[in-house]
């Protein structure tokens, strides 16, 4: 549905196809770095649990790996909500002056009186 129009956000806010595939984009990031995060615990543990040197050193690196992760996941997450409220915003300024189109421009135009 490119350049569609979303309803639904729970207050009748319209978003447009490209913020979606957006939003989108970014949860499939933050899902991907979760999957590895996933498995660099599990070699994490598997490493602690070995006790062998060369694995515990290893784990240094891993975590930091780990802990680098974590922040691209609180950034991306950050870059949503704004993304989100700004969306938001602009949709709802688009209510007040006609539908919001996929250029964010709108249809109509307020009109003001006096």
Do not use: C, W
Not at 25 to 47: A, C, G, H, P, W
Not at 70 to 87: E, G, P
Request: glycine letters at 8%; a neutral charge; charged letters at 25%.
């Amino acid at each position: 549905m490119e350049g569609g129009i979303y309803t639904g956000i729970g207050n009748g806010t319209q978003l447009d196809s490209k913020v979606v595939q957006t939003f989108q984009k970014s949860f499939v990031q933050v899902q991907d770095i979760l999957d590895q995060n996933r498995l660099l615990i599990n070699e994490i543990n598997q490493n602690h649990e070995s006790k062998i040197p060369d694995n515990l050193s290893r784990n240094v690196g891993l975590i930091r790996e780990l802990n680098n992760n974590i922040r691209r996941v609180v950034d991306l997450y950050a870059d949503l909500s704004s993304n989100f409220s700004r969306s938001v915003e602009a949709s709802s300024e688009g209510e007040s002056a006609g539908t919001l189109k996929s250029d964010g421009k709108s249809s109509e135009k307020r009109i003001r009186s006096g």
